[in-house]
């Protein structure tokens, strides 16, 4: 067979049978084995930004690698910002990047460049195919490679001519690597720390999922340790019903905040906390002098066993603290982010997914939804703004029978506004929240921060942090990518919207005008 038709054939017989893409004309074999191997799905988007976004999104929640298709050098830059969120969340993603053909490479045309480069900078694993004959086997290789590590993104290139050509044939699939169990010498430290008054378990990546986060409460109620979760989760179970843990705060003078107090720091699944950016007169490393760190359990380790390890150890009779169910609907009037965040909280489907892309608004959107309906929320790991529409998508196609609420700023959703159409193609269940303030309203705030200025709503600085003259129209930009929505300005036309999406199959934008922060 064709070196394409064996990739795609062992990458399915390997579990990865969905692949993102924006293929250009070195991918078009690939894209002809689609035909061979029914049993790949091809999503096609408009930007390999959102290719890469959505498949970062569909392996957090499917928990094992999608595919990802990209062009050439130039292809894969665009889709770099959302692979350095997938990097920084872990993600196990497989990105087969299409080059020229072997023998048209020394001819310098226009579109040939350092793929391998571009790669290493958010891949743990990168690999040219040399012979068609090994192309399968790289496939699977490259399929093994990205559960290393606790997860990562391997890319596996792709000369045209090894898709073209004959003689390839399928590879069966390579074992995956499995998370470290945990240390008993690290559960016994971890033991020691909470039984001290002050405490805090800062809980993260794989530490997340409903279990952990069970065996974590069952510490907290036995010991009285604080539970924080990291600032940005690249997937968190939580809502009424599981234990509740605050966010780490974004700006480092409130996570400071936090942190004060703390006699030790217990690591599960987090990295020790740093603030985002460097701030004149702020430190950057938020651990609080005299706190003690210790490591429970890292990325690369089975969170879940290492809580549970610690709860046997510390808390075998006790029971986790679950929220309350308890998030009214907001009263009639204005809309504001804090009855915005209310009503999304009220209207909250049983076992949805939350995409958090709401920046600003995201302060007050997290203690809303932890006495909401049980759900996921999936967040920005990387800070690479743009991945809210791209990771609705690759979530409602991995999860397809739980409904998608997207929380989405309108700054960032202009980099990755592309994903409508794909959502609106696919049919999916995805409701965005389109919060408009018409501003960069988090630069607002860091204008000043940062010591660079005050000026945050007028002169030449200013015009630079505001979204309008004109302003965009994203009601018009949803339906012109074949999505239906409104929008409204009051808490009541908010609730009737949401109820609305919900009443209805497909993919919908609700545009939210409230004020601006800061």
């Known amino acids: 067979m064709r070196g394409a038709e064996a990739?795609?054939?062992?990458?399915?017989?390997?579990?990865?049978?969905?692949?993102?893409?924006?293929?250009?004309?070195?991918?078009?074999?690939?894209?002809?084995?689609?035909?061979?191997?029914?049993?790949?799905?091809?999503?096609l988007t408009l930007f390999e930004g959102v290719a890469t976004g959505a498949a970062d999104a569909y392996a957090?929640?499917?928990?094992?690698?999608?595919?990802?298709?990209?062009?050439?050098?130039?292809?894969?830059?665009?889709?770099?910002?959302?692979?350095?969120?997938?990097?920084?969340?872990?993600?196990?993603?497989?990105?087969?990047?299409?080059?020229h053909a072997t023998d048209h490479v020394r001819h310098d045309a226009p579109l040939e460049s350092d793929i391998t480069a571009l790669a290493r900078t958010v891949s743990g694993w990168v690999h040219v195919c040399g012979d068609v004959r090994d192309v399968a086997d790289d496939a699977v290789r490259a399929v093994a490679a990205t559960s290393e590590r606790g997860g990562q993104v391997a890319t596996l290139v792709l000369p045209a001519d090894l898709s073209w050509s004959e003689g390839g044939a399928l590879a069966p699939a390579l074992p995956?690597?499995?998370?470290?169990?945990?240390?008993?010498?690290?559960?016994?430290?971890?033991?020691?720390?909470?039984?001290?008054?002050?405490?805090?378990i800062l809980l993260g990546g794989p530490a997340l999922t409903a279990a952990a986060m069970d065996a974590a409460g069952r510490v907290a109620a036995a010991t009285g340790a604080r539970l924080l979760v990291e600032t940005f989760p690249r997937r968190w179970d939580t809502g009424a019903g599981r234990?509740?843990?605050?966010?780490?705060?974004?700006?480092?003078?409130?996570?400071?905040?936090?942190?004060?107090?703390?006699?030790?720091?217990?690591?599960?699944?987090?990295?020790?906390?740093?603030?985002?950016?460097?701030?004149?007169?702020?430190?950057?490393?938020?651990?609080?002098?005299?706190?003690t760190v210790v490591g429970l359990a890292d990325a690369a380790s089975d969170a879940a066993a290492a809580l549970e390890a610690l709860a046997a150890e510390v808390a075998p009779d006790a029971e986790a603290h679950p929220a309350p169910r308890d998030a009214p609907e907001p009263p009639a009037g204005p809309l504001n982010v804090a009855s915005l965040c209310a009503a999304v909280a009220a209207t909250l489907p049983e076992d949805a997914i939350v995409v958090d892309e709401s920046l600003t608004a995201a302060a007050l959107l997290a203690p809303a939804l932890q006495t909401a309906a049980p759900h996921t929320q999936l967040a920005l790991t990387g800070g690479a703004i743009g991945q809210g529409p791209p990771a609705a998508l690759g979530a409602a196609i991995a999860a397809p029978d739980r409904p998608v609420i997207a929380v989405q700023a309108d700054g960032s959703a202009l980099y990755t506004l592309q994903a409508l159409?794909?959502?609106?193609?696919?049919?999916?269940?995805?409701?965005?929240?389109?919060?408009?303030?018409?501003?960069?309203?988090?630069?607002?705030?860091?204008?000043?921060?940062?010591?660079?200025?005050?000026a945050a709503h007028s002169g030449r600085a200013g015009r630079m942090l505001t979204l309008t003259d004109p302003t965009p129209d994203f009601v018009a930009l949803a339906t012109g990518y074949g999505v239906p929505a409104r929008r409204v300005d009051t808490t009541e036309d908010l609730l009737d919207a949401l109820r609305w999406a919900r009443a209805e199959p497909g993919p919908h934008l609700i545009e939210a005008i409230v004020p601006a922060l800061g």
């Open 176 to 200: 995956s690597a499995a998370p470290v169990p945990p240390a008993p010498s690290r559960v016994a430290a971890a033991a020691k720390a909470v039984r001290e008054p002050g405490a805090v």
């Open 421 to 454: 159409w794909t959502q609106a193609r696919e049919q999916l269940d995805v409701t965005t929240v389109l919060i408009n303030n018409s501003a960069y309203a988090i630069l607002r705030v860091e204008l000043a921060r940062t010591g660079a200025g005050e």
């Open 243 to 291: 234990p509740r843990a605050d966010k780490l705060a974004y700006f480092a003078e409130q996570a400071l905040e936090q942190l004060d107090g703390a006699s030790s720091l217990v690591l599960a699944g987090a990295r020790s906390p740093v603030s985002f950016f460097g701030y004149p007169g702020i430190p950057g490393d938020l651990v609080p002098e005299g706190c």
């Open 60 to 99: 957090r929640l499917a928990g094992g690698p999608a595919a990802v298709l990209l062009h050439l050098g130039p292809g894969l830059g665009n889709g770099i910002a959302n692979l350095h969120n997938a990097r920084r969340a872990r993600t196990p993603l497989l990105c087969v990047v299409g080059a």
């Open 7 to 43: 990739l795609v054939g062992s990458l399915v017989g390997a579990g990865v049978d969905v692949c993102f893409m924006n293929p250009g004309t070195s991918e078009m074999h690939f894209v002809q084995a689609l035909d061979s191997v029914p049993e790949m799905r091809g999503v």
